[in-house]
C-alpha cells in the first residue's frame, strides 16, 4: 500500500480484503498486475462487488440503497465521501482520470435486475452486459492508461464473454434471485422455454440451446482476445489469465454435456494452477518478473 498516501491506506486496505474474501474463478488482483496499480484494482473491485451485493443480497428497499450508493459516488467525484471504499475509490479516480459514467451504469445494471427478471433476445443481454460487465473493462483499460476506442470495444467482447459465462455457470444461483439470463428467443429457437429453465428440466432443447451459448461465447472470448497483445504487457497477461478462466468454464459446461442442472460447472483448484502457469510462461518467454 506504499503507492497510496498515508492517510488512505486503511481505506484501500478494507478494499483489499473485501476483494480477497469474496470468490472469483480467478483473482481479481493477479501478480501480472503491478504493484503500484493493484489497490486501485481494489477499490475498483470493492465498488463493483459492493453494488452487486446491493442488488442481489439486501433485504429490504434495493432501489433506494442503490440511490444512496449513486449519492455516494457522486460525492466521489465532488465532495467528501463518507465511508471508506468510496474514499479510496475517490484517490483511483482521480489519480488515473477516470469518468464517472463506467460506474454510473454498473449501478443502473443492478438497478435493471430489480425490475427486469427475463431478456427476450440476444440483443437484449447484450445491451444489459454493456451495463453490468463492458465497464469494468474499459476502468482497467483507464487504470492504465489505455482506454481508447479500438481497446474499448475488444474489451467489451471479453468483459460480455466473462458476464454470459458466469451466467451460464450461475443458472441455479440466478434462479434463486427470479432472473434467467439465457434469451427466450434462443430457448424457442431450439424448441425449450423459460419455464423448462425454471424448472431445471434438462431437456434436449435446453442441452442445444445451452451448447448454442457456449459456442457463441467461446466467439466472442476469441474476438476479444486480440486486446491482449494492445495493451501494456502486464495487463495484457492478467487479461489473458481472465479469458482462459472463462474458457474453462465453458469447458466445463462441455464435459457435462451442456447440462447446467446436473451440477454447477467449476474451475477445479488444479485447472486454475495449470491456467495461471500458461500465463505465467508469457513473463518467462518475455524475461519479465512479477511483483
Given at each position: 500500500?506504499q503507492?497510496?498516501?498515508?492517510?488512505?491506506?486503511?481505506?484501500?486496505?478494507?478494499?483489499?480484503r473485501?476483494?480477497?474474501?469474496?470468490?472469483?474463478?480467478f483473482?481479481?488482483v493477479?501478480?501480472?498486475?503491478p504493484?503500484?496499480l493493484?489497490?486501485?484494482f481494489?477499490?475498483?473491485y470493492?465498488?463493483?462487488?459492493?453494488?452487486d451485493?446491493?442488488?442481489d443480497?439486501?433485504?429490504?428497499?434495493?432501489l433506494a440503497?442503490?440511490?444512496?450508493?449513486?449519492?455516494?459516488?457522486?460525492?466521489?467525484?465532488?465532495?467528501?465521501?463518507?465511508?471508506?471504499v468510496?474514499?479510496?475509490?475517490q484517490?483511483?479516480?482521480e489519480?488515473?482520470?477516470?469518468?464517472?459514467?463506467?460506474?454510473l451504469?454498473?449501478?443502473?445494471?443492478?438497478?435493471?435486475?430489480?425490475?427486469?427478471?427475463t431478456?427476450?433476445?440476444?440483443?437484449?443481454l447484450?445491451?444489459?452486459?454493456?451495463?453490468?460487465?463492458?465497464?469494468?473493462g474499459?476502468?482497467?483499460?483507464g487504470?492504465?492508461?489505455?482506454?481508447?476506442?479500438?481497446?474499448?470495444?475488444?474489451?467489451?467482447?471479453t468483459?460480455?464473454?466473462?458476464q454470459?459465462?458466469?451466467?451460464?455457470q450461475d443458472?441455479?444461483?440466478?434462479?434463486?434471485?427470479?432472473?434467467?439470463y439465457v434469451?427466450k428467443?434462443?430457448?424457442?429457437?431450439?424448441?425449450?422455454?423459460?419455464?423448462?429453465?425454471?424448472?431445471?428440466?434438462?431437456?434436449?432443447?435446453?442441452?442445444?440451446?445451452?451448447?448454442?451459448?457456449?459456442?457463441?461465447?467461446?466467439?466472442?472470448?476469441?474476438?476479444?482476445a486480440?486486446?491482449e497483445?494492445l495493451?501494456p504487457?502486464r495487463?495484457?497477461?492478467?487479461l489473458?489469465?481472465?479469458r482462459?478462466?472463462?474458457?474453462?468454464?465453458?469447458?466445463?459446461?462441455?464435459r457435462?454435456?451442456?447440462?447446467?442442472?446436473?451440477?454447477?460447472?467449476?474451475?477445479?483448484?488444479g485447472?486454475?494452477?495449470r491456467?495461471a502457469?500458461?500465463?505465467?510462461?508469457?513473463?518467462?518467454?518475455?524475461?519479465?518478473?512479477?511483483?
Amino acid at each position: 500500500m506504499q503507492s497510496v498516501p498515508v492517510g488512505l491506506r486503511a481505506d484501500f486496505e478494507v478494499c483489499a480484503r473485501l476483494t480477497a474474501s469474496h470468490y472469483e474463478n480467478f483473482s481479481v488482483v493477479s501478480l501480472f498486475v503491478p504493484r503500484e496499480l493493484r489497490p486501485h484494482f481494489c477499490s475498483i473491485y470493492a465498488f463493483c462487488r459492493g453494488v452487486d451485493d446491493l442488488g442481489d443480497e439486501l433485504k429490504g428497499d434495493r432501489l433506494a440503497a442503490l440511490d444512496a450508493y449513486e449519492e455516494e459516488l457522486r460525492r466521489a467525484y465532488g465532495g467528501t465521501p463518507q465511508t471508506p471504499v468510496f474514499r479510496a475509490l475517490q484517490h483511483t479516480i482521480e489519480a488515473c482520470g477516470l469518468p464517472m459514467d463506467p460506474f454510473l451504469r454498473l449501478i443502473e445494471a443492478n438497478r435493471r435486475d430489480q425490475r427486469q427478471a427475463t431478456y427476450e433476445t440476444w440483443d437484449d443481454l447484450r445491451d444489459y452486459c454493456r451495463y453490468s460487465a463492458d465497464p469494468v473493462g474499459r476502468l482497467v483499460l483507464g487504470v492504465f492508461g489505455c482506454c481508447d476506442e479500438e481497446r474499448a470495444a475488444l474489451s467489451d467482447y471479453t468483459c460480455t464473454a466473462l458476464q454470459v459465462a458466469n451466467h451460464l455457470q450461475d443458472i441455479h444461483r440466478d434462479l434463486k434471485n427470479g432472473r434467467i439470463y439465457v434469451p427466450k428467443a434462443d430457448l424457442e429457437s431450439f424448441g425449450a422455454s423459460l419455464e423448462d429453465i425454471r424448472q431445471a428440466r434438462m431437456t434436449d432443447g435446453v442441452r442445444a440451446c445451452i451448447k448454442f451459448e457456449v459456442e457463441r461465447t467461446a466467439e466472442w472470448f476469441t474476438q476479444g482476445a486480440r486486446l491482449e497483445r494492445l495493451v501494456p504487457h502486464r495487463l495484457g497477461l492478467q487479461l489473458r489469465l481472465y479469458r482462459l478462466g472463462g474458457e474453462a468454464v465453458l469447458e466445463a459446461l462441455r464435459r457435462q454435456d451442456y447440462d447446467p442442472f446436473v451440477r454447477r460447472p467449476v474451475v477445479t483448484s488444479g485447472q486454475k494452477l495449470r491456467i495461471a502457469m500458461r500465463a505465467f510462461m508469457g513473463f518467462a518467454q518475455r524475461g519479465v518478473a512479477p511483483g
